[in-house]
């Protein structure tokens, strides 16, 4: 399964949805934002799944039963089964349950997805830090999540209960904008009594090594909008990546990730999965995709030609990245990125 982290981006003649066995996707900013579907993802999805891809839909957010996320992808359009789903609290109830004993009381700090995992682990879930807790797990538990819960948290993790986390993404997107997340939540408890958690979901090991024991899949692309979660948890499996462009990550922010942050592939949404990638060549000294060479000057990426803009960006990524791993710390993007209106 393991393929090696690849950390620029790279051509493929095949369609991805072919030389790849498993998508692993994630689900905001990828297939939906705010509850409702992104553009293009219900039929690129089917199209790939008719091709004979297995979808799998891996999501870092523990509040949600894989029942009910394959409730609602199945309502956008998106035929799915609950064990088509992954979630962290899948992967920290596997990872407390290699701690404990079998049949131990864990103190919830979250909401029924939590409950679910840990009792599928044969785990007892509880409410307070008074019940003997063996362990204390926290995952994002809504904006109704009482205050007090933190304080329960925080009295068995003081008395030196294990305390885990399903995952410290510090904010979480909504259809209102931009929310505190279950990272912002582990802060208060980790305020309160100077501990470290172990944390399972992305980008750690726990969470990847979850999704490939349900999926069972052999060459897995992961697919995502986030360079620190997706991204670097395809690195850090060393397996491929596609990044869309639908949710967080924008060029600029592109252009500047470090290795561990740098897809195989890029493209503008879900409909990159059913084509093949065009490679980016060295050309004199810089490097061409499609009609446009992109090389790194003195204090600026410079970028020449015309066509796709995507070829533009994949050409600028090598460009960026190979010059700051020859020491060049900083290059301005920004008038390459404005001619390719990205």
Known sequence: MSQ?????????GQALSEAYDTALLDLDGVVYAGGSAIAH???????AREGGMHLAYVTNNALRTPDAVAEHLTELGIPTGADDVITSAQAVARLISEQVPAGARVLVIGGEGLRVALRERGLEPVESADDDPAAVVQGFGGPDLPWGRFAEASYAVARGVPWFASNTDLTIPSGRGIAPGNGAAVEVVRIATG???QVAGKPLPPMHRETILRTGAKRPLVVGDRLDTDIEGAFNGEVDSLLVLTGVTDGAQLLAAPPQHRPTYVDADLRGMLTGQPEVTEAGDGFRCGGWTAKAGKERLELDGDGEALDGLRALCVAAWTAAGEGVCELDGGKALARLGL
């Open 41 to 47: 993802a219900v039929e690129s999805l089917a199209t």
């Open 4 to 12: 090696g982290a690849r950390t620029r981006p790279e051509g493929s």
């Open 195 to 197: 501990a470290e958690p």
